[in-house]
């Protein structure tokens, strides 16, 4: 005689099966906040903010990476001068870098090579390690009185070779090769105090925080057509900067205006304030966990193995 499958486990296949084959992500948004010495998590729209580490008083993180894949977020400490890392529910908190570090500000990652970069404020170098803080090195080490000192923020194109960063106190953004550090050339200039900066070289724009006019702006990576996307209203001091990918939207962290501000690449619209606070709530850098995609098939793979499970269930319990 036919064997039947419960009605119920029908529908199931049949709800299954019209799944898609990925998910959508459910990424989060990590920022460290210099005032009160933590680090945070939210969700991209800012809910479901908590405190991943809290570092303790006298401690000032600065620049933040994260490693979605990895696991990891790694982060720059002023004061006590060192690269650190920690999962990313802030477990297994590790010092990675403690030797020749002066002012670290801000840490980006290049996953490929296997290696974390970190811009040394007042030591006048950017300087790379590996994942683990091993092997470290000097890429760009920037002679006293030039016009390219105390870097401060990052970002890296490794598929382009090369490295970009701003200074402390100039209007300018700088690029590099990145292999060693040669080739400086000032990309960007007439800027009052930029501080992040993020390369979108397959988009070919630059986008930047300018601290001191309190705007986020853009320009094409060959030059020109520079725009003012957010501020000067509803903005004091932007510091870090992201730019999500997946829904071309930037995100960047006000330090002085108490806030996360977000808003499409393209500028255009008013910007949402997704988080806020009194003091000392004051972001500092951000960056964007990027929740792993299943590859094309998992869920299908899944679904007919799950019918095969409960159809035979089904059968044992006629039997």
Avoid: C
């Avoid at 989060?28 to 303790?56: A, M, P």
């Avoid at 006590?80 to 529910?89: E, P, S, V, Y």
């Avoid at 009052?192 to 990576?221: C, F, H, M, P």
């Amino acid at each position: 005689m036919m064997k039947r499958i419960a009605p119920w486990t029908a529908m199931l296949a049949i709800t299954l099966g019209l799944l898609p084959a990925t998910l959508a992500t459910a990424d989060d948004l990590f920022w460290t906040d210099n005032d009160d010495s933590r680090i945070y998590r939210s969700n991209l729209d800012g809910t479901d903010r908590q405190v991943v580490l809290s570092l303790g008083a006298g401690v000032d993180p600065r620049g933040v990476a994260i490693d979605s894949d990895g696991g990891w977020m790694y982060w720059a400490e002023n004061g006590t001068n060192r690269i650190r890392r920690a999962n990313l529910d802030g477990s297994n908190m590790q010092t990675i870098v403690a030797a020749n570090v002066g002012f670290p500000a801000d840490v980006e990652l290049d996953l490929a090579a296997g290696k974390v970069y970190w811009a040394d404020r007042d030591l006048d170098w950017i300087r790379r390690a590996n994942l683990d803080g091993t092997g470290a090195e000097t890429v760009v080490n920037l002679p006293a009185g030039g016009n390219a000192t105390a870097p401060y923020f990052l970002d890296l194109d490794p598929a382009g070779g090369k490295i970009y960063w701003s200074d402390f106190d100039s209007g300018i953004i700088h690029r590099a090769n990145l292999a060693d550090g040669s080739s400086i050339e000032n990309i960007v200039t007439g800027l009052a105090r930029v501080r992040d900066v993020v390369v979108d070289a397959a988009g070919g724009k630059i986008y930047w925080n300018d601290r001191d006019t309190s705007r986020v702006q853009r320009e094409n990576l060959g030059g020109g057509g520079r725009e003012t996307l957010y501020g000067p209203a509803g903005l004091a001091e932007p510091h870090g900067l992201v730019l999500h990918d997946a829904n071309d939207t930037l995100f960047w962290a006000d330090g002085d205006g108490r806030l996360i501000g977000a808003g499409p690449s393209g500028g255009g619209v008013p910007f949402t304030t997704i988080a806020t606070g009194g003091a000392p709530f004051h972001p500092w850098d951000i960056d964007i966990a990027l929740t792993p995609i299943p590859e094309p098939g998992t869920l299908a793979l899944a679904a007919v193995g799950l019918v095969v499970v409960l159809a035979g269930a089904a059968r044992r319990k006629r039997a």
